[in-house]
C-alpha cells in the first residue's frame, strides 16, 4: 500500500517540475523577444533616464504603498489583532520572496508563516490566506468593472459561440455531480473553515473594512505606480485607460506561474499599452521604470527583511 505521505510528497514533486519548466519556457521566450526588440528596449531605457523626475517620485511612494495597503488587507482577513510593524515588514519580504519563487508561492509561504508565529493555527492561517486573496480577486475585477465603463472600447472580449459556452457548463455540471461525494468529503472542513472566518471578519465592520479597502488600495495603488511612470515617460494615453490596461493585463499574467510575473506580465503590458495606443519605446519605457520600482529596487532589501524576520523567529 502506497504511503499518503509518499504521495503527496509525489505530487509536490511534480508541481514543481511543472512550474519549473513552465517558468523556464516563459523565460526562454521573453528572452528571445528582449533580444529581438533590443533597439526598442534600450531607447526606452534612455528615454526612462530622461523622465519627469516628480511623476516618479509619484511611483516610487505608491509602490512604497503597495505593502501598506496589503499589510491593511491581510489584518482585515484576520479577526484577531496583528502586530502592525512586523505586519508590514512580513508584506514586504512576501513581494520579494513572490519574485523569487513561482505564483505566488513565495508570498504564501511567507504570510503563513507570519500567521502562524502571530498564534494562529495553521488551518485558520491558510483560511485567512484565501479570503485576502478571494477579496483581491473580486476587488480587481469591480475596478476593472468601473474603468471598462469610464473608457468603453478599450476591452473588445472576443465573441464565444453559445454551443461553447452551454458545453463548457454542461461539463461543469457533470464533473461536479460526479465528484460532489469525493469533494466533499475531502474539501469540505477547508471550506467550512473559509465560511467561519469570513463570517468573523465581517461581523466586525472595522475588520471588513480593512479587508476591502485594503484590497482596492493595493490594486489601485500598483495601477498608479504604471500610470505616474507613464505620465512621467509622456505616454499618451490617460490615467483611466492605463489603469484599465494595467489591471487587465496583470490578470492575464497571473495565468502563468512565472515568479512575480516575470516575462509574462513585462510582455503582456507592453502589449496592452502598445494596442491601447502608445507607441513601441514609450511603451517599453513605462514597462521598465514600473518593474524597476516594483521588483528590481526593492528585491535585495526585500529579501534582508525576510532574513531579518526569519532569524528573529518572525516568519
Known amino acids: 500500500m502506497t504511503s499518503p505521505l509518499l504521495t503527496a510528497t509525489a505530487g509536490l514533486r511534480g508541481r514543481a517540475w511543472w512550474h519549473t519548466g513552465a517558468t523556464l519556457t516563459v523565460l526562454l521566450c521573453a528572452a528571445y523577444l528582449g533580444r529581438r526588440h533590443w533597439p526598442v528596449l534600450e531607447t526606452g531605457a534612455g528615454r526612462l533616464a530622461s523622465a519627469d523626475q516628480g511623476w516618479l517620485l509619484v511611483a516610487a511612494t505608491a509602490a512604497v504603498a503597495t505593502w501598506a495597503c496589503s499589510a491593511l488587507a491581510q489584518q482585515g482577513a484576520v479577526a484577531e489583532p496583528l502586530p502592525g510593524g512586523r505586519l508590514v515588514a512580513a508584506q514586504f519580504a512576501a513581494s520579494a520572496a513572490n519574485h523569487v519563487l513561482p505564483a505566488g508561492l513565495g508570498a504564501g509561504a511567507v504570510n503563513l508563516r507570519f500567521l502562524m508565529r502571530c498564534g494562529l493555527s495553521a488551518g485558520r492561517s491558510a483560511s485567512a490566506l484565501a479570503v485576502k486573496a478571494a477579496a483581491g480577486v473580486l476587488a480587481r475585477a469591480a ?173
Not at 153 to 180: D, E, K, S, Y
Not at 187 to 195: E, H, K, L, N
Open 143 to 315: 475596478l476593472i468593472a468601473v474603468l471598462a465603463a469610464a473608457c468603453p472600447g478599450v476591452l473588445r472580449i472576443p465573441h464565444v459561440p453559445g454551443t461553447a459556452v452551454a458545453a463548457v457548463l454542461a461539463a461543469t455540471v457533470l464533473v461536479t455531480v460526479l465528484l460532489r461525494g469525493p469533494l466533499r468529503s475531502r474539501c469540505g472542513p477547508a471550506v467550512a473553515s473559509v465560511v467561519t472566518d469570513i463570517r468573523a471578519v465581517h461581523s466586525r465592520p472595522h475588520r471588513a473594512a480593512a479587508l476591502w479597502g485594503g484590497s482596492l488600495a493595493f490594486a489601485s495603488a500598483h495601477s498608479l505606480v504604471l500610470v505616474a511612470v507613464t505620465q512621467a515617460v509622456g505616454l499618451p494615453l490617460s490615467p483611466a485607460r492605463v489603469a484599465l490596461l494595467y489591471l487587465a493585463a496583470s490578470s492575464a499574467a497571473a495565468l502563468l506561474p512565472t515568479p512575480g510575473g516575470l516575462g509574462s506580465l513585462d510582455a503582456a503590458l507592453a502589449f496592452a499599452l502598445t494596442t491601447g495606443g502608445a507607441p513601441a519605446t514609450a511603451a517599453a519605457s513605462a514597462v521598465l521604470g514600473y518593474r524597476l520600482l516594483t521588483v528590481w529596487l526593492p528585491l535585495v532589501p526585500g529579501l534582508l527583511v525576510l532574513t531579518a524576520l526569519i532569524r528573529r523567529r518572525a516568519v
